[in-house]
């Protein structure tokens, strides 16, 4: 892709509504453009970012067995009233009427839409559990909207559900959520931590939220440093050893502002590993037992015994994690963004010094792209005849964690390689190739 | 996957609610579940379905050169204010009121939208032509929603635009879509014709439908049936190329109903050409001109001057196309639906005889399956305890093209292989899997 055919709309200044970095950026390098108050489009580079995430979030829904569907964003306000939650929903819900005056409402979550697919389909124990998850738009009416996507009303969401037939299995699907949350955040190199938490309108009287440590964040938590070092790699998809994950993670108290006691704190955790800062939810799993499948009337056949289904739910917000990485990796003094690998919008930008006139370092800038494409590397390249130094800056904001730059320095095969944020190296083509693949690979 | 784990709600019946073979298909091998009047879930089996068309369709625009974003679902009022819709559109629009008040509404396209994030982006005819996609869900308040996800509320749909600085360029970008169309609907497997069409509430005075044929479609079509022989494989993405394509189409007469005079009909095409039948749409093209762009005043500078620029919009219904292509596929007095190898929910179906309380069948499949998987081929092993025969039924209707039979007629490494429809032939796992990985490919 070059740069003047994209669809990047760069701004050069700070735009003053934007409150955090995460919002900023995004506003200053073209990711997303407000179409209304808390409602985005994203563009090209907002967007591939956010497919990535998306992708990674789904193969770990897949990994642990969860089955794919997609839920429409409108539904009926009758499943609402079933469950009770039609009342209690406050002003945060989209109420609509449709043309025949029927009420609707965009989805602000999926409990009583995806009890009711269930109920339908599902009529014995045998065929239990199931996990299924969607990633859909949400809507929810916040009465203000801030923080760019952090906060924002339409939002892209992927949220899980589980049907067990009992408290035990329940708990070992939950468990799976659990380990397959670690795992995602990991993947997305993120050091989440999840923590005891309400459960709020969603309901229950288990549930974990977790949470990456930013000082921008809106969650204020409590926890022990120790925590950090908890380590799930070895933990497998079995009832015990995610039982033991689980115990590890509970002698470490780590929680969230609602479930917060100073005497608790104070008690279990020693002085020197006590850590009260803020952070950023970017997900959270709940389990709720029958709370929607008995008002809803959702069973199982248990040999000739009715027994409504034991459900938790689990949600990771795709759109909101791009605000979040952004958060935890955009170095806001140096004006450096680094993204993951495996989420930057491109895998390497080529930034040619151009003269005007001169079109030798855009040919050589040209060639080279067609070798990364041989090797599957997916890169940008800046034609503009901006200067030099401002290419530069506009790029380390961009946050390509590979650039190659094509300057009077070097010669032939040879050109200045920069992993950003750090200095340059000079490499042959081969080298640089073999350095963006392995960065890929991690 | 097992067929036991899966969620697949089969029915034993036809719901006497499905009027049409693709609703009755969708409904009773569990691809998607009604949540309310003229809105569906889509579940495991038609999500994969969806998907694989979905993907289909972005990279054929990514190969023309479109760039993918995504606007929202809801749309402030204002944007339809300033084209002059707002009022037009009619009781289709889903109005909605946010908790401040505000006019909203639910996009049924995005014209609008997307000129604005264009204005706000673009300055100059330099960077011109800009051609933008996403793939969004919309609603269209319906009447009378019917036909399933063929005539629904919510719907899924890829729609592109296209802004260029005058008539001839964006011609240009117009034909782009025009080849781009023809190549993805094959991809498909599909025979879309592209039929000139009226522009109805998109306005502008160009327009294609590319229309598939089928007995249930509700667009009536009048063509000179050599149409179907011009070959576009030859056509390359260059401005006289693309024009001597449309040029080819434009020799036959082929129009819709809105489009149809008798008697051009018969001056034009000689009577064994004369081609009277239904159809289903499935793409539609606009070119528009300033119809939007003047009104939302979207101009770009050209060496000066303020020009307005010129758009055209490109429509394909990635959920409707899901239906469109059982209409065209499935054998409904047979009782045979075949997928094109390419968007098949699986790639293979596993189906071992089994004998209550003898494994030996399902062991052999599990086997069998680890190769398939080695080979990135993906399966469905049916380890149900349905009769054999209800299996051949149920399978015959899901449509996956590739069947390995695991009965009593084979021994060892040798199992029978069904191309659906046709006749078994028994062959080495070596040769099943060259057979379907032969038929990816195609």
Not at 245 to 257: A, G
Not at 286 to 300: H, I, W
Request: hydrophobic share 35%; aromatic share 12%; with cysteine.
């Amino acid at each position: 892709m070059l740069f003047s055919k994209s669809f990047i709309p760069i701004l050069k200044n700070i735009p003053s509504e934007a409150k955090i970095k995460s919002h900023q950026l995004m506003l200053r390098t073209g990711m997303i453009k407000q179409s209304s108050a808390g409602i985005y489009s994203w563009l090209p580079l907002g967007f591939k970012v956010m497919k990535k995430i998306e992708q990674i979030v789904r193969e770990e829904q897949d990994n642990i067995g969860v089955q794919e569907i997609l839920m429409p964003t409108i539904q009926s306000a009758e499943i609402w009233k079933e469950s009770g939650r039609y009342k209690d929903y406050g002003e945060e819900m989209l109420r609509i009427k449709d043309r025949q005056g029927r009420d609707m409402l965009y989805g602000p979550t999926n409990e009583e839409l995806v009890t009711d697919i269930f109920r339908s389909s599902i009529k014995s124990y045998k065929s239990l559990p199931q996990l299924l998850y969607h990633i859909q738009w949400k809507f929810r009416d916040e009465l203000r909207p801030r923080f760019g996507i952090m906060r924002c009303r339409e939002f892209y969401m992927k949220d899980a559900y589980s049907f067990d037939l009992n408290d035990d299995e329940a708990l070992f699907s939950y468990n799976k959520f659990f380990l397959s949350y670690l795992k995602t955040f990991k993947r997305l190199n993120l050091s989440a931590i999840p923590m005891a938490a309400d459960t709020g309108p969603i309901g229950g009287n288990l549930s974990h939220e977790f949470i990456i440590l930013a000082d921008t964040g809106e969650s204020k938590i409590y926890t022990d440093k120790r925590v950090f070092n908890v380590d799930s790699d070895q933990t497998k998809i079995e009832k015990n050893s995610l039982a033991n994950l689980r115990k590890e993670f509970e002698k470490f108290y780590s929680v969230t502002d609602e479930k917060y006691s100073e005497k608790e704190f104070n008690n279990k955790v020693p002085e020197e590993f006590r850590l009260k800062t803020k952070g950023i939810e970017v997900g959270h799993i709940f389990y709720f037992g029958d709370k929607y499948s008995k008002p809803m009337n959702s069973s199982v056949d248990y040999n000739g015994k009715k027994e409504f289904v034991k459900m938790g739910s689990y949600g990771v917000g795709v759109s909101r994690l791009v605000g979040a990485i952004i958060e935890a990796k955009y170095d806001e003094k140096k004006e450096i963004m680094k993204w993951p690998q495996s989420i930057s919008p491109y895998d390497c930008a080529i930034i040619p010094f151009l003269n005007k006139g001169n079109k030798k370092n855009l040919d050589k800038a040209v060639n080279i792209s067609k070798k990364l494409r041989e090797n599957n590397i997916d890169f940008i390249i800046d034609d503009t005849e901006e200067n030099f130094s401002s290419k530069l800056k506009k790029f380390n904001l961009i946050g390509i964690p590979s650039q190659i730059i094509i300057g009077n320095k070097t010669e032939g095969d040879n050109f200045e390689f920069i992993k950003i944020g750090e200095n340059p190296e000079i490499s042959n083509l081969d080298k640089i190739i073999k350095l963006i693949n392995q960065s890929k690979k991690n």
